[in-house]
């Protein structure tokens, strides 16, 4: 009955776009998106150009709901009021839940928000939504600012060097330096500090001040309190889900030296491939057939699209909680360790009392961290999105090899630590900041860079990141500088 049921809305949908409903021109528009682009045509062409390509602009809610639920990019279910009829164009967008946000304002007769947040996205990406902001990518800000920590490693890195009349170095904390950096990927918090008049081709006219903005990162903290930017992978406003497939979209952050998955994936097999074949691959079809539009798996491939086979058999299900297919958290301080059940991170406390998920003797918060159990669930789901392509030896024995470039990177980190730990107790440094001084920049080179690329070259087949692009070479020569420097004579 629900195959017949989903044939049947296959054809009104066919019929509706025959009767012209699929052309960008005949999708009705709303009074008040025609009132935007009457000005915005030739105040900011770009905007309306990118708008009029998406499919925002060639669809209406109605008519995406009537798609097979395998064929459905909207999750809301059915949408009434001013969304039922029309395109999705600027009005609809720029003005949801105004009473939400502080970043409303008056706007040629209307009432717009300058930005436009996950939480106004769930008017027709509900599932979306919820999944992104329960993920670690959701709290990415929260999870370096609340984590005393993690901020304190931000703002070692961040604040402005000066020396004082004598030659003793001082630090600056510095906002913009650290919205620069590590917020611009991270997220920053977005508030209102009042109203500004601004000259524009249309005259004087008074908008919001906005602080921290522009940006972009995954975790930002937005005008209405939503966490998250839609924006970060499918960029506004033709929020191209090609665009979010693409590996290069996941490389504006997930690079080399701290996080080099993007680099990793170029060196690979599969880069090497998606380099040759990516102009006959379909980036937009929905679901993503795995072996017909795509012959090399992607960041999205592995980690968040719906992909199914040439019968439309399931593989892997959507998801924008981007670690729900992950069991090993390869990024730690100072040890990779089971991926935490909570993107909350900075409420988790070991054994030494520490916000972190590891002791720096490697004794894992087991009571905050996945268990056995849900290791194997999301090794299965990881490994069928292998199996699609490569046979059950071949993905067990890459799974087992990434285990293993765990395990020993671990035991290099472990030794790391001991020795800055005899670097305190012989009072060669100071520990109260793990972060500023030689020994220790050692130390956090031994885990964020090269542990870190080793495991990575591991987990995505990158062998020179294993070897010399700041692998085991660099690796081992870390290790060796600290013992020399904690055990030379005085």
């Known amino acids: 009955m629900k195959v017949k049921v989903l044939q049947g809305f296959s054809v009104v949908f066919i019929l509706l776009l025959i009767l012209g409903f699929g052309k960008n021109e005949d999708v009705p528009l709303s009074e008040q998106t025609k009132e935007c682009l009457e000005c915005h045509r030739s105040v900011t062409p770009g905007i309306v150009a990118d708008w009029e390509a998406s499919l925002h602009s060639r669809t209406t809610p109605t008519l995406a709901n009537l798609k097979p639920e395998l064929q459905r990019r909207i999750s809301s279910g059915n949408i009434s009021g001013m969304y039922s009829g029309v395109a999705v164009g600027c009005y609809e967008c720029h003005s949801l839940n105004a009473e939400n946000h502080k970043d409303n304002f008056e706007h040629f007769g209307q009432r717009i928000n300058v930005v436009v947040s996950p939480n106004d996205c769930a008017t027709c990406h509900e599932t979306e939504v919820k999944e992104y902001q ?19 490693m931000v703002g070692t890195y961040t604040d402005i060097k000066m020396l004082d009349k004598n030659n003793k170095l001082q630090s600056r904390i510095s906002e913009r330096s ?16 009042g109203m500004k008049k601004t000259e524009t081709d249309l005259g004087e006219i008074e908008v919001p001040v906005l602080k921290n903005w522009p940006n972009m990162g995954v975790g930002r903290i937005n005008p209405d309190g939503s966490r998250g930017a839609c924006t970060s992978c499918h960029p506004r406003h033709n ?6 497939r693409k590996p290069s979209t996941c490389g504006q952050c997930h690079l080399e030296p701290d996080v080099p998955a993007y680099n990793v994936y170029k060196e ?59 069991w090993v ?53 990881m490994g069928k999105v292998c199996k699609s ?9 890459h799974l087992e090899n990434l285990d293993s470039a765990v395990a ?25 900041n793990p972060f500023d001084e030689p020994i220790e920049q050692e130390w956090v080179k031994s885990w964020l860079l090269y542990s870190n690329s080793i495991r990575y070259a591991a987990a995505m087949s990158g062998p020179d990141y294993a070897g010399f692009k700041n692998g085991w070479y660099d690796l081992s020569n870390c290790i060796h500088q600290m013992y020399y420097e904690v055990n030379k004579e005085k």
């Open 268 to 326: 690979s097999k599969h880069g090497t491939i998606y380099e040759n074949f990516e102009s006959k691959m379909n980036f937009s079809n929905v679901p993503w057939v795995a072996g017909k539009d795509f012959t090399a798996p992607t960041c999205a491939a592995c980690h968040n699209s719906l992909i199914t086979d040439g019968e439309n058999n399931l593989i892997a299900q959507r998801t924008h909680d981007f670690g729900s297919r992950l």
């Open 178 to 193: 650290k919205n620069q950096s590590c917020y611009a990927c991270h997220g920053t918090e977005v508030t209102v500090s």
């Open 134 to 152: 329960h993920s670690k990518k959701g709290y990415a800000l929260d999870i370096l600012r609340k984590n005393p920590i993690y901020s304190l």
């Open 329 to 381: 958290r390869i990024f730690g301080l100072p040890f990779a360790h089971s991926q935490p059940k909570t993107p909350k991170t900075f409420e988790i406390i070991n054994a030494d009392k520490q916000p972190l998920p590891v002791t720096f003797s490697n004794i894992p918060a087991k009571d905050f961290l996945i268990d056995e159990k849900e290791t194997a669930v999301r090794k299965n789901i």
């Open 239 to 244: 929020f191209s889900i090609e665009i979010a």
């Open 389 to 397: 392509c490569h046979g059950t030896s071949w993905v067990n024995s």
């Open 408 to 432: 020993i990177t671990n035991q290099m980190t472990k030794t790391a630590t001991e020795l800055m730990t005899q670097a305190w107790e012989k009072e060669l440094e100071n520990p109260e």
